[in-house]
């Protein structure tokens, strides 16, 4: 198997990155978490090109969640060449995450 046609590790995805990466840990059976996807999902398309997204479900990824320290769900954590920018658990809204994610993305 060519090294080219390999999947990506979650750790070279966060420090190998173009733009910032968000994270978003979450799980299936998590309300909270069913109402924050659409959130992130719209956010990603309008940030599109100037961050990445990516889902993590903690049942079946148990070693990032526990890496990371994620304690609660949904956690949403942004990193930026595999150093954490922020990081929040719970509900946000829209409003609330773009601002952050602006902030953040202004300041690097």
Do not use: H
């Given at each position: 198997?060519?090294?080219?046609?390999?999947?990506?590790s979650f750790?070279e995805?966060i420090?190998?990155?173009?733009v910032p990466?968000?994270v978003?840990f979450y799980?299936?059976?998590?309300?909270p978490?069913?109402t924050?996807?659409p959130?992130?999902?719209?956010?990603?398309?309008?940030?599109?090109g100037?961050?990445?997204t990516?889902?993590?479900?903690?049942?079946?990824?148990?070693?990032?969640?526990?890496?990371?320290?994620v304690?609660?769900?949904?956690?949403?954590?942004l990193?930026?060449k595999?150093?954490?920018?922020w990081?929040?658990?719970g509900?946000?809204?829209k409003?609330?995450?773009?601002?952050?994610l602006?902030?953040?993305?202004?300041?690097?």
């Amino acid at each position: 198997m060519e090294a080219t046609s390999k999947k990506k590790s979650f750790k070279e995805l966060i420090q190998q990155s173009e733009v910032p990466v968000l994270v978003d840990f979450y799980a299936d059976w998590c309300g909270p978490c069913q109402t924050l996807s659409p959130i992130v999902e719209q956010v990603a398309a309008e940030m599109s090109g100037k961050i990445k997204t990516i889902k993590v479900d903690v049942d079946k990824n148990q070693r990032a969640a526990m890496n990371y320290q994620v304690r609660s769900i949904p956690t949403l954590i942004l990193f930026w060449k595999g150093n954490i920018l922020w990081r929040r658990a719970g509900l946000m809204t829209k409003r609330e995450l773009l601002s952050l994610l602006n902030n953040s993305i202004s300041q690097n």
